[in-house]
């Protein structure tokens, strides 16, 4: 699809298994050739790396219902629900929406994510006819830009950071200013007796800024942060920082084997 000239490409399938072939496919699509990748986020009503969803480069589409609540069995017609995680970037709607039929009707869809991926995709394609200079990622980018927090949904509160940016919401990424819009990525992480060194690349996809503000805080135990702010300063359309040596992890003796560190970045400007 990417070589015969698709701006956008919907995959409405996958696994939980990771291969480093499907990434490095997902690579080539967006790097090489700019598409967007869209995928859907899973029907596993849990937290979960869905592939290809959860691949970097990929927009992973978890799925709602019509009060934006996470699609679940409890809220729904449907027997499954959606899957949910960190990895998750945008929800749409996954199910109790009505759409065409087979003859000449409409029927209540059950749903599931692999009807609410096409509709984030069918939205980037308007998105990159309206704005026909924007690569992928900045479409990526807009899309999360224009949606609507559902975190505070007080049925949403159990999966809070876990459903992305929040609901698709075409009209205002269509209409509103492009914010600043900060990608971390390229990350390694490389350890040295009791320390953690976090690198990569920060990538601002959007609106240049003069006044960014990255800080990081550890959500897990068993360790500290070495300083606070990554970094502060200015940040330009399509600029990137590398960050090497800025996030720096001090492990505690006691930490369990194979434990996950869970760090979160917080971005502010202007």
Excluded at 151 to 176: F, Q, V
Aim: proline share 4%; with cysteine; aromatic share 10%.
């Amino acid at each position: 699809a990417a070589d015969h000239g698709c701006d956008v490409v919907n995959c409405s399938w996958g696994g939980s298994s990771y291969q480093q072939m499907g990434q490095d496919v997902v690579n080539y699509a967006v790097n090489n050739r700019d598409v967007l990748v869209v995928a859907a986020a899973g029907n596993t009503n849990s937290d979960i790396q869905y592939f290809p969803a959860s691949y970097e480069n990929v927009v992973s589409v978890a799925g709602t219902q019509m009060e934006d609540q996470k699609w679940s069995p409890d809220n729904s017609i449907a027997a499954q629900g959606s899957s949910y995680s960190y990895y998750v970037d945008v929800c749409a709607p996954a199910t109790n929406f009505r759409s065409t039929g087979a003859g000449d009707g409409y029927t209540l869809m059950w749903g599931g994510t692999s009807f609410a991926s096409p509709i984030v995709a069918g939205c980037a394609g308007i998105l990159r006819s309206y704005y026909p200079d924007y690569s992928a990622n900045q479409i990526a980018e807009l899309l999360k830009a224009g949606a609507d927090l559902i975190d505070t949904i007080p049925y949403n509160i159990p999966y809070a950071g876990k459903l992305g940016a929040g609901r698709l919401n075409l009209y205002k990424s269509l209409t509103i200013e492009p914010p600043p819009a900060i990608v971390f990525h390229e990350v390694e992480a490389i350890q040295s007796e009791d320390m953690v060194y976090i690198n990569g690349i920060f990538t601002n996809y959007l609106s240049g800024t003069e006044d960014l503000s990255i800080t990081a805080e550890l959500l897990s135990g068993y360790g500290n942060l070495e300083n606070a702010t990554v970094f502060s300063g200015s940040l330009q359309t399509l600029e990137n920082h590398v960050s090497d040596g800025e996030i720096v992890v001090f492990c505690s003796e006691d930490m369990p084997y194979d434990h996950k560190l869970l760090l979160k970045l917080n971005y502010s400007a202007d």
